[in-house]
């Protein structure tokens, strides 16, 4: 049976002991995405507390991370989404998402609904990517695509 999370407390102490138990055997992301076969941004994501595991691949992740059986259960439950309280955030990485959106925010909008009509970008059926990249000029770039199926807004 399906259930939901109405308090995501549960969710965010798994996701600290879940963590932990990636620090301490020295996985990757993507070591853990390869035991649940799934993709590395679903699965870190669901680890941390943003989405359901199907069973298999719930199963799969507390194995490999030596969790017990309420863990897995934990993991296969629908969570309360939103990982980030309303205040600024202040971890350097978030936050300068956090600026991303504040400069070009309004850049995105404008020009998702030039192109698209007024509607939103799915963040339910949704892909992210992050590749690492040689810079020209020196150095690394961040290649992050978010790719979002559009849902226009419907009269009713």
Do not use: C
């Amino acid at each position: 049976m399906v259930h939901a999370q109405f308090d995501p407390t549960a969710r965010q102490a798994l996701a600290v002991a879940a963590v932990d138990a990636k620090d301490r055997k020295d996985l990757t992301w993507q070591e853990i995405a390869d035991a649940a076969g799934l993709s590395v941004a679903f699965t870190t994501a669901a680890v941390l507390g943003q989405h359901a595991l199907p069973a298999p691949a719930a199963k799969a992740v507390a194995e490999l991370l030596g969790l017990d059986e309420d863990a897995e259960r934990l993991l296969r439950t629908i969570p309360t989404r939103g990982s980030l309280d309303g205040a600024v955030p202040t971890d350097p990485t978030i936050y300068r998402f956090h600026e991303m959106l504040q400069v070009y925010g309004t850049t995105l909008k404008a020009l998702v609904h030039e192109q698209f009509g007024d509607g939103i970008i799915s963040a339910i059926n949704f892909r992210l990517d992050v590749k690492k990249v040689a810079d020209p000029e020196g150095g690394e770039r961040a290649v992050i695509t978010l790719d979002g199926k559009y849902l226009p807004t419907r009269p009713f």
